[in-house]
């Protein structure tokens, strides 16, 4: 069974960088074709795709946030960790970690955490 | 960047009522689209891969179709259940667009 968890802080000041881990169970990154995600949702909007890291360390980021996001893995301790420089209160959302496999679809997904930017 | 239009943004329907659902990519992505369901306070789940591969689980009254630039999701017989909001998703290229939703209201 797949589970993946987010934790990081739930409160950030504007220009603060943001760093998120998604910890991880059920897979492993030494496959071949794996992958986690990492989608966010404002409070009352649609889900924004941000970044994706595969199993070989290639990386794809959302054109629209690319400046500002570096996403890692850390292979033995089954982690996914995203960075968010220059945290402005339009950030405020829910950050989801998600699998994907060969077939690029997200699932599962964690049960999100909520992320707060305010001064 | 491929851009996803989903419509209706909002539907009102009644258990038992036949829906669908609409979502087109600004260029073609083959069958590379999948359907995901959010019920308020959760994470996403997913429905449908690959355009109308029904994930494990699904019930058999989710359907979805279509390729290149256009697809629909329909649910044949609406249970209490599935009032939801439903977002597609892109997996063709380098950016993995979302749709901005169709929120499944009770009429």
């Known amino acids: 069974q797949i589970t993946l968890k987010e934790s990081g802080p739930t409160l950030v000041k504007p220009t603060q960088t943001l760093t998120l881990t998604c910890t991880f169970s059920?897979?492993?990154?030494?496959?071949?074709?794996?992958?986690v995600g990492w989608i966010r949702q404002p409070p009352g909007k649609a889900l924004e795709w941000l970044a994706l890291?595969?199993?070989?360390?290639?990386?794809l980021y959302s054109p629209s946030l690319k400046s500002r996001l570096t996403i890692t893995k850390d292979t033995s301790k089954n982690r996914v960790v995203l960075t968010m420089t220059n945290m402005d209160p339009v950030d405020t959302a829910t950050y989801y970690c998600?699998?994907?496999?060969?077939?690029?679809?997200?699932?599962?997904w964690g049960q999100g955490t909520l992320v707060t930017v305010s001064s | 960047d491929i851009q996803m239009t989903q419509s209706p943004s909002t539907l009102s329907a009644s258990v038992g009522d036949r829906v669908t659902i609409t979502c087109r990519a600004s260029?073609?992505?083959?069958?590379?689209l999948a359907w995901y369901q959010q019920k308020p306070g959760k994470a996403p789940k997913l429905l449908i891969y690959k355009a109308s591969s029904l994930d494990s689980g699904v019930p058999s009254r989710f359907n979805g179709s279509g390729s290149g630039t256009e697809f629909t999701l329909t649910i044949s017989s609406l249970q209490p259940d599935d009032f939801a909001t439903y977002y597609c998703q892109q997996f063709n290229s380098y950016s993995k667009t979302f749709g901005q939703g169709t929120k499944v209201e009770i009429k």
């Open positions: 890291i595969y199993w070989d360390d290639d990386k």
């Open positions: 260029q073609s992505i083959d069958s590379w």
């Open positions: 059920g897979f492993s990154f030494s496959a071949s074709g794996v992958s």
């Open positions: 998600a699998h994907s496999g060969v077939g690029g679809w997200f699932d599962p």
